[in-house]
């Protein structure tokens, strides 16, 4: 995690001091739980100290059975960020990139299956996502735009919860624009609660989202994990780790 954390970049919040060694704590408990609780192997990218948000990975690739994609993304700030991602993932699948003038942040895609969703966004365009959709057609994956607003990311009004239900904030999607996917609203109090952590069979979650939570668990056994000092950088659970299948093992 970069010390210069505190000068990450922010759309929807105001800057507030962030205390680096507590956010290096709650990283440290969320990549434990990720071991010890849904059995992942943790592989780590050295850390950039002169990139402020290098500790939130998911914006920097896309990574499926078939292929690794590597974002351009879209705050001109963290493009450096993706080289030392791309180098870690090289040994697990071969690579895709997204180029110039396309951009494309990890946080703006989501797969039902083989369907993947992304988001246009402040971060994701549309060369950028036409870049995903010829890069993923070959492999059997269709690519659909949607319109998010209020939020950063499509991560933040949408993540998966099974391959055919998406945890939501109707407030910040279409429905309309997910045919055939089960939505599952998040409470209205909480709006930032439709960010999940799925690992495998096991699901990563907030404490800071107790009503979402109680509805949530009415079905699902969750794992909570405090992450408010990275909340304060605008970055949710999912945007900590890249989680994939190690298809060697
Ligand atoms: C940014 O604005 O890019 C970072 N401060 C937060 C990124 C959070 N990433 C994510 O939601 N996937």
Not at 7 to 14: I, P, R
Not at 26 to 43: F, I, N, P, S
Not at 76 to 84: D, H, M
Not at 161 to 190: H, K, M, R, T
Request: glycine residues 6%.
């Amino acid at each position: 995690m970069s010390d210069a954390l505190a000068h990450c970049e922010l759309t929807y919040l105001e800057r507030q001091p962030i205390d680096v060694e507590k956010a290096r704590v709650q990283h440290g408990q969320y990549e434990r739980l990720l071991e010890k609780v849904a059995h992942c192997t943790v592989v780590r990218a050295p850390a950039a100290h002169d990139l402020p948000d290098a500790v939130f990975v998911e914006d920097t690739a896309v990574v499926l059975d078939e292929v690794a994609v590597i974002m351009r993304p879209g705050a001109a700030s963290r493009r450096g960020e993706t080289e030392a991602v791309a180098d870690v993932l090289s040994d697990f699948r071969e690579l895709r990139r997204i180029e110039a003038p396309g951009t494309v942040d990890g946080g703006d895609v989501l797969f039902c299956g083989r369907r993947a969703f992304v988001g246009r966004t402040s971060r994701t365009n549309d060369e950028g996502i036409g870049q995903m959709q010829r890069i993923l057609a070959p492999f059997g994956y269709s690519v659909h735009a949607v319109t998010v607003s209020g939020c950063l990311h499509l991560k933040s009004a949408a993540t998966v919860l099974s391959e055919n239900q998406l945890l939501v904030n109707p407030a910040w999607i279409s429905s309309e624009e997910f045919p055939g996917v089960e939505l599952f609203p998040i409470d209205p109090s909480e709006p930032n609660a439709a960010n999940i952590l799925k690992a495998g069979d096991d699901y990563i979650y907030s404490p800071a989202f107790p009503r979402t939570a109680a509805r949530l668990q009415r079905g699902l056994p969750l794992n909570f994990i405090d992450m408010s000092e990275l909340a304060k950088a605008e970055g949710a659970l999912t945007c900590c780790s890249i989680v994939f299948r190690d298809m060697d093992a």
